[in-house]
Structure formats: structure tokens, C-alpha cells
């Protein structure tokens, strides 16, 4: 038996087994798949009235369609949009974002879960966090919204 190490970012075991006929054969085990959740380093700032678009991305790059994607502001049910079994979960937002909201999903097969706001106001501004949780990881990041006019 001849192990590889465990890969940090694919999370991948390789297991080449050799038989007395020489043949090989190799066996991927899933064991775990780790991330980091990103988003800008810097404030991000939107006009009252207007829309803005708030980007979150997985690193390394992967789908996040079968995801647990919350957004929300200081507090973890303080919930801005929440995303989960592949829909939508409207009921659970803040009554202030109540159609206001929309996970961008162009980019989510590719681990991008950006979150547009509507009709931005004073109420907007602060800290969001973009948190994503699989069925073996999860991670999150915070950044900060200004509001001008």
C-alpha cells in the first residue's frame, strides 16, 4: 500500500494498491473538501436608491449550488438572504430586505454567491457576512457596506 499525503485544498486520498498480477488500481476516497470564503478586503459604498451588487466567492473555485449561503448582518439570524437546498428562503430574511434581495446566480456553479441589494437606504449600511456551509465545511466573510446620499 502506498499512500499519498492528504491534498489541503482538494482534500483527495490516492490509493494505488498492486496485485500479485501487477495491475493497478487506483482508488479516490472522498474524505473532506475545504474552503475559504472571500470577499473584499475594503468597503464597498452604494447610493441610496440605487442597487449594489456585494461579492463573495469560495476558494478554490467550486459550486456552491448545493450550499447553505446565508448573508446576514451582526448577528447569525439577523438574516439578510438566505439560500438553501438549492432555493430561496425568503420567510426568513429581515423584515427591512423583504423583497430587496437577490442571490446573483450567474456565477454559482463556479463559487461565486454575490448578493444584490435594491433600492439601497441609510438602514443598509454596516458589516454583512457571507457565510457558506457544506454538508462538511463551512466559512464565512465580513465586509462593509457604506451608504452615500
Known amino acids: 500500500h502506498f499512500k499519498f499525503p492528504d491534498f489541503p485544498r482538494i482534500g ?12 493497478l ?12 470564503v472571500s470577499g473584499p478586503e475594503n468597503p464597498i459604498t452604494a447610493f441610496a436608491g440605487k442597487e449594489i451588487v456585494l461579492p463573495c466567492h469560495l476558494l478554490p473555485r467550486m459550486s456552491a449550488e448545493n450550499m447553505e449561503v ?30 430587496r434581495t437577490e442571490l446573483v446566480r450567474d456565477g454559482i456553479a463556479d463559487g461565486s454567491v454575490a448578493l444584490r441589494i ?16 457544506s454538508s462538511t465545511f463551512s466559512g464565512e466573510a465580513m465586509l462593509e457596506l457604506k451608504v452615500a446620499g
Not at 25 to 36: D, G, I
Not at 118 to 133: K, L, V, W
Request: some cysteine.
Open 25 to 36: 488500481t487506483l482508488n479516490f476516497m472522498f474524505l473532506k473538501l475545504n474552503f475559504k
Open 12 to 23: 483527495f486520498l490516492m490509493d494505488f494498491n498492486f496485485n500479485p498480477l501487477e495491475t
Open 70 to 99: 446565508r448573508w446576514y448582518r451582526t448577528q447569525f439570524l439577523e438574516v439578510v438572504h438566505l439560500y438553501q437546498d438549492g432555493i430561496d428562503h425568503y420567510e426568513k430574511q429581515m423584515p427591512a430586505y423583504h423583497g
Open 118 to 133: 435594491y433600492r439601497i437606504t441609510p438602514f443598509d449600511e454596516g458589516h454583512y457576512s457571507c457565510f457558506i456551509q
